[in-house]
């Protein structure tokens, strides 16, 4: 299906929404692209979409179960507050079956932590302040304190029969709400009681000395009034000091202080004191999950972690399998990263996976394979059109103005001047405002032209009309490159003396030929400039400046294809080879004069490329001095689709004589028989000269020699084994099993 044919990104965000609000958690989500910019236009839609499910959700919900407010009012949070001091919940298939649902998304760019030696524990860190941040901080260490056990926590939630959802803490069969208000208000009664009439005073005698017994009554009231008064203070200056240390020392400060306890985190494990920390997350939000009236799901969306080192990655996908570890984890994990750099990233770490084992272990951790599609015509035009638009509303940098300014203006030389020579200057200066008036508005009607050509560049690629979209990458950095290309290409061909100018739609095709075909175009303007420079040498017939690129690019794509694995890191910069055919074959059919101009002003290709495909093709051209054009010879994949007589027809257009011809129709010899013998044999059969064997092996088996000549000089086998054929370069040799 052609990519116009695809649908928007909407469609394939609502549906993975849709998803995620149905499958059960713990999910993990491989989120698979190989384009950043795309992972977050993707992940931008799910949010998007995902809050819109859940706000259709809560419309069709009914008044008795509609869910709570995000935003908690002041009665909200002091309810809540009541519930985390006073009760505990109660797991029933009600609440634990709700359809309202609420997503909390979590953005962990793992780029950001890279310095870290444990990437991982910064993701934990991040899960921790961020519910913070949307539950409260007062709230999740009052949960800490009132709520989490952590025996009980290792436990799985027990479902119970019946509607209520709470139930009140007891101390001695009376509720804990119950007793604390009665110790309360009788604190409150005798405090009152003590403030409004006070102790009562001892009778003093004449001599001076109070009443024994008397005394001794007074001292145990007011130790009962202290006691009384004394218990609940007690309590409350526990709580509050409680509740103090869970507020200053809270998730993520228990887990930096573990990463900084040595003997916690290489004897005692330090995985196991994150797994509790999430395993009180986890309990906390159920806890919500009861309270708000809806499920509650942690999306957490982990990006460039592609870019990071193969050992930090294999310890985040570590800290995912704790995640999924617990059956009752309400997490979502969307892991939005390139699969094939991941799992060359994981096949070298430390581990040692190869890559089968890196490919297993992503099996075992995603539960949810998502390869974002490419963008569709439409959508990479929209979105070229923006990146297009963004930069225009970008408003000139008034400081940089001086830069541009006239050789003489002031400004320019004011700070390197002294005064005597400023005053000569300002009579020149007088007497020069006409010359300057008139420079400044040519400047300005160039500005103008340039801008009006840039513009017309941009259009030719966003339009529909236009063939260019066609050929631009799903990458947005790759459209900004192209952009800011056009711009400066323009901008060169402006100020270059005597460049003629060229349509803005070739100029914009050039540049995206640049940007997605580095490697063939390099290796196009290589041969051209190669055949250059042998006329000069050897007076040969220049290369005709209307020969179009493709022409040149087939006449020496069999050298490239032969030094493939000496620039194979380059070659996979290129994009889709059949893209490169129809682009310069099709609809814009560069010539060779137009690529030595454009040349001149092509920013936007590496010219390390282009050195290095000079030397690998001047070292080759080093290990056959003699022939001029060695490689002139059939592709392999073209021999082997070769009729005998189309053999005989090859062998007569380079030379060979008709008797050999009558050779190869007489034991019929075709293409796959010349392939896949052994050269011996067929030296044998056609009973050549050695100078018409070299020509016919370089037609139709050329790169074979080398194999050829360590055969040849093998002593031969006493038993079957399997013979090397020779084979070029880069492809595997084709074996047969022979018995000598």
Not at 56 to 84: D, F, M, N, W
Not at 503 to 532: F, G, H, M, Y
Request: aromatic letters at 8%; glycine letters at 4%.
């Amino acid at each position: 299906m052609s990519t116009k044919d695809l649908p928007s990104d909407k469609i394939y965000a609502k549906a993975l929404s849709k998803t995620l609000t149905h499958v059960a958690s713990p999910l993990t989500v491989g989120l698979y692209s190989s384009c950043n910019s795309r992972i977050n236009m993707v992940l931008r839609n799910i949010e998007v979409e995902m809050e819109q499910e859940t706000k259709r959700r809560e419309r069709k919900s009914p008044g008795r179960s509609k869910p709570r407010p995000v935003q908690p009012s002041l009665c909200s949070t002091l309810a809540l507050i009541s519930r985390l001091l006073f009760y505990r919940p109660v797991w029933t298939e009600d609440n634990q079956h709700q359809k309202n649902v609420r997503f909390v998304f979590v953005r962990f760019s793992a780029w950001h932590f890279a310095g870290s030696d444990l990437l991982w524990a910064g993701l934990v860190m991040r899960l921790c302040v961020v519910l913070q941040q949307k539950f409260g901080k007062l709230q999740l260490g009052l949960y800490r304190m009132c709520q989490h056990d952590e025996e009980t926590a290792e436990h799985k939630k027990t479902i119970e029969d019946g509607i209520a959802n709470w139930r009140s803490k007891k101390i001695c069969c009376f509720p804990l709400w119950l007793v604390l208000a009665l110790i309360v208000t009788g604190a409150v009664v005798i405090l009152a009681l003590l403030i409004m009439f006070g102790f009562p005073k001892p009778e003093v005698e004449e001599d001076g000395n109070p009443e024994v017994e008397e005394n001794d009554g007074f001292g145990v009231l007011e130790g009962f009034a202290i006691a009384t008064l004394g218990l609940p203070a007690a309590g409350a200056v526990r709580f509050t000091f409680m509740l103090g240390k869970n507020l200053a020392f809270n998730q993520d400060f228990n887990i930096r202080s573990s990463m900084d306890n040595q003997k916690v985190s290489e004897k005692l494990g330090f995985m196991n004191e994150v797994r509790k920390e999430m395993k009180l997350l986890s309990r906390f939000i159920h806890f919500m999950e009861v309270f708000e009236r809806r499920r509650i799901r942690v999306v957490l969306e982990i990006t460039n972690l592609d870019r990071c080192t193969p050992k930090k990655i294999v310890g985040v996908l570590d800290a995912i399998n704790i995640l999924l570890s617990d059956e009752e984890s309400p997490f979502i994990s969307l892991l939005a990263v390139d699969p094939e750099v991941l799992v060359e990233q994981v096949d070298n770490a430390e581990c040692c996976y190869n890559q089968k084992e890196a490919f297993g272990f992503l099996d075992r951790i995603i539960t949810l394979p998502f390869t974002v599609p490419p963008l569709c015509d439409k959508s990479k035009r929209n979105v070229f059109l923006n990146i297009v638009r963004g930069q225009s509303e970008i408003p000139e940098v008034s400081p940089q103005k001086d830069d541009h300014m006239p050789l003489g203006s002031t400004k320019s030389s004011v700070c390197v001047e002294d005064e005597s020579s400023l005053n000569g200057k300002r009579l020149l200066e007088e007497t020069s405002v006409p010359l300057l008036a008139q420079t400044n508005k040519t400047e300005d009607l160039k500005d103008d032209e340039v801008e009006r050509m840039v513009q017309e560049a941009f259009q030719t690629v966003h339009q529909p009309t236009s063939l260019l979209h066609v050929y631009l990458s799903g990458n947005t950095m790759s459209m900004r490159r192209i952009i800011n290309s056009i711009r400066v290409t323009v901008v060169i061909m402006e100020e270059l003396p005597h460049f003629q100018c060229q349509p803005a739609e070739k100029v914009a095709a050039w540049v995206v030929l640049a940007d997605r075909w580095p490697c063939r175009l390099s290796w196009i303007l290589q041969c051209i400039e190669d055949t250059q420079q042998r006329k000069a040498i050897n007076q040969e017939v220049a290369m005709n400046s209307s020969m179009e690129l493709w022409d040149v690019f087939m006449k020496h794509r069999l050298e490239l294809h032969l030094m493939k694995e000496e620039v194979e890191d380059f070659l996979e910069r290129d994009g889709d080879p059949e893209l490169f055919e129809k682009f310069l074959r099709l609809d814009f059919r560069f010539t060779v004069g137009e690529a030595e101009r454009f040349d001149q002003c092509t920013v936007n290709l590496d010219l390390s490329i282009k050195r290095k495909l000079a030397r690998v093709r001047g070292s080759s051209k080093l290990k056959d001095p003699t022939q001029r054009n060695p490689f002139d010879a059939l592709p392999r994949r073209q021999v082997i689709h070769m009729s005998t007589d189309g053999i005989c027809e090859e062998m007569s257009r380079v030379g060979l004589s008709d008797k050999y011809a009558e050779v190869v129709k007489s034991n019929h010899l075709n293409g796959r028989a010349l392939l896949f013998n052994d050269h011996a044999d067929l030296k044998e059969v056609l009973q050549m000269t050695l100078g018409e064997w070299t020509t016919f092996k370089m037609t139709f088996l050329t790169g074979n020699s080398d194999t050829e000549g360590y055969e040849e000089s093998r002593p031969a086998p006493a038993q079957p084994c399997k013979a090397i054929c020779p084979s070029s370069p880069g492809h595997a040799a084709a074996c047969k099993t022979t018995n000598v």
